[in-house]
């Protein structure tokens, strides 16, 4: 109850035993108007004395949605998340962290009783956006200018910022010291280009051994860092043009699919694993090319790996990576705006953020966080560096069918079912399809 409604319910019953006083008979009930405001039944009861609310204050609560991740990343939060509810006694969040995310929160927000902050990755936003499930953050936000340029790109749409990336991840290259030892390679650095690269793969190849070059994937989220090298897109810059299928992403294919055509790099199936990082950490291949969620991985499962990380290679057209991230959006028809925004900020201002990638697993999206992140964690800096041209995996409504063709070309390119210009060909005409949808 709040003070307001405490003095007016106090009033009225002075008034009443006033009245009753001066009649010389009881008073009747009076129906209270915090029971009116909580949908109590009160006729036919006595009304109950007021209790005393001085000193405290509504608390408001607030739901964060989110999918699971390691045991200390999801311990992590929660410690973020204690630590907020401890400083904001009027506001307290429930982390919640649920399986069939995505099915789940379809369900929220189509049944109209939606979380009050929730998880979106950038190749998310734009179905959201579309669908106005998504409060913009312009003007809700602090300190925007600190965010990476290409961080807040992937949050903006048609101008509009919707909402502050949590943290990121980047392409790198990871090497085996060992096995670069033993091929008496040099090892790789940041100025390392494709063809210092594949120089590399063909000598540490060493098909008796079992032990390939590098480790690649039939994954469009790998590959496409070899077309933005090359100096290749996906579509135009207003996303109403396929523009996948150019002599740059031929050059981009080639050079990708080349490596296992070669010999001198095989994929994760081909060396009994499940995605590169196993591959790598069981020593089958010498390189792979994943994100900084690499580390923790091998830290756990691989820890006598002895190896190093360096940026990608530049291609024909320059330095290129991906930048992976998730955001926290409002939704639109949300009941506490002002509060979740409140929560928001603090998870993507200094102190919060912070707190939360300190941990090492996530990499901070403020740039003024940069230098105490790699003092803390130096052999990581190469992904960090890569937010300078890091390009956000985001596209338009309904590219997922997109992804599934190129992901479905790359495989059949790799068993040389399919030819690098069709796996062009078959990704441009459904990409059309989706963008004139």
Do not use: H
């Given at each position: ?6 003095w007016t319910?106090l ?9 009753a006083?001066?009649g010389?008979?009881?008073a009747e009930?009076v129906a ?13 009861e006595?009304?109950e004395?007021?209790?005393?609310t ?21 311990d992590?939060?929660?410690e973020?998340i ?10 307290n969040v ?12 379809q369900?929220?927000?189509a ?11 950038s ?10 499930s998504?409060e913009?953050?312009?003007?809700q ?7 990476y340029?290409s961080?807040?790109e992937?949050?903006?749409i048609d101008?509009?910022l ?22 008496g390679?040099?090892y ?6 494709w063809d210092?690269?594949?120089a590399a793969a063909?000598q540490?190849t060493?098909e008796?051994?079992?032990v390939?070059?590098m480790?690649v994937?039939a994954?469009?989220?790998?590959w496409i860092?070899?077309l933005?090298q090359?100096g ?8 109403t043009?396929?523009?996948?299928n150019s002599?740059e ?5 080639n050079?990708?699919v080349?490596?296992v ?9 081909g060396?009994?694993?499940?995605w590169p990082g196993e ?15 690499i580390?923790s991985?091998?830290?756990d499962q691989?820890p006598?790996?002895?190896y ?13 990576t ?5 955001c ?5 028809i949300?009941e ?14 200094p102190?919060?953020?912070k ?6 697993l996530?990499?901070p999206?403020r740039?003024s ?14 992904f ?7 390009n956000?995996?985001?596209?338009r409504?309904g590219?997922?069918?997109v992804?599934d ?10 068993s ?12 441009e005409e ?5 963008l004139?949808?």
């Amino acid at each position: 109850m709040n003070k307001q409604s405490y003095w007016t319910i106090l009033a009225m019953l002075l008034l009443t035993m006033l009245l009753a006083a001066c009649g010389g008979g009881s008073a009747e009930p009076v129906a209270t108007q915090g029971e009116e405001e909580t949908g109590s039944e009160t006729s036919g009861e006595t009304a109950e004395e007021p209790e005393s609310t001085s000193g405290e204050s509504e608390v408001t609560e607030l739901q964060l949605m989110g999918w699971a991740s390691s045991e200390a990343e999801n311990d992590r939060l929660q410690e973020v998340i204690d630590e907020f509810n401890a400083n904001n006694p009027d506001l307290n969040v429930t982390l919640n962290l649920v399986p069939d995310y995505d099915t789940k929160l379809q369900t929220s927000l189509a049944g109209g009783s939606p979380p009050d902050v929730f998880y979106i990755d950038s190749f998310r936003l734009p179905d959201f956006v579309a669908a106005d499930s998504i409060e913009p953050a312009e003007g809700q936000l602090e300190n925007v200018d600190d965010f990476y340029p290409s961080l807040r790109e992937a949050f903006t749409i048609d101008d509009t910022l919707y909402c502050p990336p949590k943290d990121f991840s980047t392409l790198g290259l990871q090497y085996n010291k060992a096995l670069f030892d033993a091929a008496g390679v040099e090892y790789p650095t940041n100025d390392w280009t494709w063809d210092d690269l594949r120089a590399a793969a063909e000598q540490l190849t060493d098909e008796e051994n079992g032990v390939y070059g590098m480790v690649v994937s039939a994954d469009f989220a790998r590959w496409i860092a070899f077309l933005y090298q090359a100096g290749g897109s996906v579509t135009n810059s207003d996303f109403t043009e396929m523009t996948i299928n150019s002599p740059e992403a031929m050059e981009a294919m080639n050079f990708y699919v080349g490596l296992v055509e070669d010999g001198f790099a095989a994929t994760p199936a081909g060396l009994d694993s499940g995605w590169p990082g196993e591959a790598f950490g069981k020593e089958s291949a010498a390189m792979s090319m994943e994100g900084n969620w690499i580390a923790s991985f091998l830290n756990d499962q691989f820890p006598d790996v002895d190896y190093g990380v360096v940026q990608l290679p530049a291609g024909p057209a320059g330095e290129a990576t991906m930048a992976f991230t998730v955001c926290y959006g409002v939704p639109a028809i949300g009941e506490n705006k002002e509060a979740s925004f409140r929560l928001v900020n603090y998870l993507t201002g200094p102190e919060g953020m912070k707190r939360w990638t300190d941990l090492g697993l996530a990499m901070p999206t403020r740039a003024s966080l940069a230098d105490g992140w790699t003092a803390q964690y130096p052999e990581l800096e190469p992904f960090l560096a890569g937010a300078e041209n890091a390009n956000p995996w985001q596209f338009r409504p309904g590219f997922q069918d997109v992804l599934d063709t190129m992901n479905d070309g790359l495989q059949q390119a790799f068993s040389g079912t399919l030819l690098a210009e069709d796996v062009l060909s078959n990704t441009e005409e459904v990409g059309t399809e989706v963008l004139n949808r």
